[in-house]
């Protein structure tokens, strides 16, 4: 066997022992592959060490145990589908900190129990498709999406191929077809949004102080996620050191956000400048809060009083739909704070952005974007994601002189291109120059 990964290997035994040394592990481990006289396929183990005289006792032991199971007509066939998956947790459960990784560790524990005797070789088109129908009928409403259904799918490819590269597999297996029609993502339209945008201003008018923070710290989380698209848990654990200010196209200045989500790290174009005002209000609080004191930039945004991590913004934000009377769309689809993320890229494609210039700045596939938020024009990507400033982010007005406090590196967030403070811009409605309700480009 050789391979990318592979950094020595030694053959025992006429070839029915063979072990090889592991390089992407932080301390290269010695592997084992088995094939005892009379038996079908190979069994590879981890031999979890690396000392090589070690490895060599462990697989010689492993070695003879097949060898007394084919003559007493015991013969394991191939490798069972459980050892691979157990090898994948082993390598990579170091990097279960990058959330791609750890979805696809829960998944395999999620699929170790329905696997059973199932070996590699017995993979088929039919095993595939028994398991995914154990695992909806093991969901809390026996049911999957064709979406989710989908991303279950897209993970044991990842799985089987790399299967195929440590050499348990020969082939990847063809996986049934998913029935469904692929669905578009639930979103708020614009009439929908400017309900939502009006209501703010609303929600915030309660005199009970633990509530009016959770309120004015949702309301600015709501704008924040719908103009820049990022996810839930990317928002989770942003951190004030992660928001910056820089020079953009046609003296503009844009907002820029580095978030680290399901698809790795990346840095992330908000649509307007303007997101640096609810940046500023949340600030704000929480200098309020640390009398006086500027928040740390290690510390994160959205968090409570203590500092802590916001766990979810899931029951005030339905209490906020409840009010404006969209919960669900005309489908019949419950909305979730996801919804923001899908009307972001909803809007953003109306507005004539680029698909791969869209695709990148919201961590996903150029593929994703076409098949559930439809199709757009090409344009120039230099000037993609900063498209659809309101007049007000354009303006070069001289900054509004306030007294701050220390500010850790955070003092550009006192500056704006417009001055707005945390009450007024909730409780007033805003309108353009000629005094017209504004459209959901300006609410915005």
């Not at 490819?157 to 049934?176: A, I, N, Q, S």
């Not at 590196?409 to 017209?436: C, E, F, M, N, Y």
């Amino acid at each position: 066997m050789t391979g990318k990964n592979v950094l020595v290997s030694k053959s025992f035994r006429d070839g029915g022992i063979y072990l090889f040394l592991r390089g992407d592990y932080k301390k290269p481990i010695w592997m084992c592959r088995i094939k005892a006289p009379g038996q079908t396929g190979f069994i590879y183990r981890s031999t979890r060490t690396t000392d090589e005289h070690q490895a060599y006792r462990f697989a010689d032991d492993l070695y003879h145990q097949q060898l007394v199971k084919a003559y007493s007509g015991e013969t394991e066939k191939g490798t069972k589908v459980a050892v691979g998956i157990n090898a994948y947790i082993d390598r990579f459960e170091p990097e279960i900190g990058q959330l791609s990784i750890r979805y696809r560790i829960l998944l395999l524990k999620r699929v170790l129990p329905h696997v059973g005797k199932l070996t590699f070789e017995g993979l088929t088109t039919a095993s595939i498709s028994k398991l995914t129908d154990d695992l909806r009928k093991g969901t809390k409403k026996g049911i999957m999406s064709p979406n989710t259904t989908k991303r279950v799918h897209n993970d044991l490819r990842h799985f089987f191929r790399w299967c195929v590269e440590e050499g348990y597999l020969k082939d990847l297996p063809k996986f049934p077809r998913i029935n469904g029609e692929k669905s578009r993502r639930p979103h708020f339209n614009e009439t929908e949004w400017r309900k939502i945008t009006r209501q703010l201003r609303e929600f915030v008018k309660v005199t009970n102080g633990k509530t009016l923070r959770e309120r004015t710290m949702l309301v600015n989380y709501v704008l924040i996620l719908a103009n820049t698209g990022i996810r839930v848990g990317e928002a989770r654990t942003l951190k004030w050191r992660d928001v910056r200010e820089v020079a953009g196209p046609n003296d503009n200045r844009d907002i820029i956000l580095t978030v680290n989500g399901k698809t790795g790290i990346r840095e992330v174009v908000a649509r307007t400048a303007d997101v640096k005002i609810y940046f500023r209000r949340i600030l704000e609080l929480r200098s309020e809060e640390q009398g006086g004191k500027a928040p740390d930039p290690d510390s994160l945004v959205f968090c409570h009083k203590d500092g802590s991590a916001i766990g979810s913004f899931k029951k005030s934000f339905q209490t906020l739909l409840e009010k404006c009377g969209v919960q669900k769309d005309s489908f019949g689809r419950s909305r979730t704070i996801y919804s923001l993320r899908h009307t972001y890229a909803t809007f953003r494609l109306h507005e004539g952005v680029n698909h791969f210039a869209l695709a990148r700045n919201m961590g996903t596939s150029v593929q994703m974007l076409e098949e559930y938020y439809g199709h757009t024009s090409n344009i120039t990507m230099s000037q993609e994601l900063t498209k659809g400033r309101g007049k007000a982010s354009d303006k070069t007005d001289k900054p509004t002189k306030t007294k701050s406090p220390p500010d850790n590196g955070l003092g550009w967030l006192r500056t704006d291109h417009r001055s707005a403070d945390r009450k007024t811009v909730l409780t007033q409605a805003p309108t353009d120059i000629a005094g017209q309700e504004p459209s959901y480009l300006d609410l915005l």
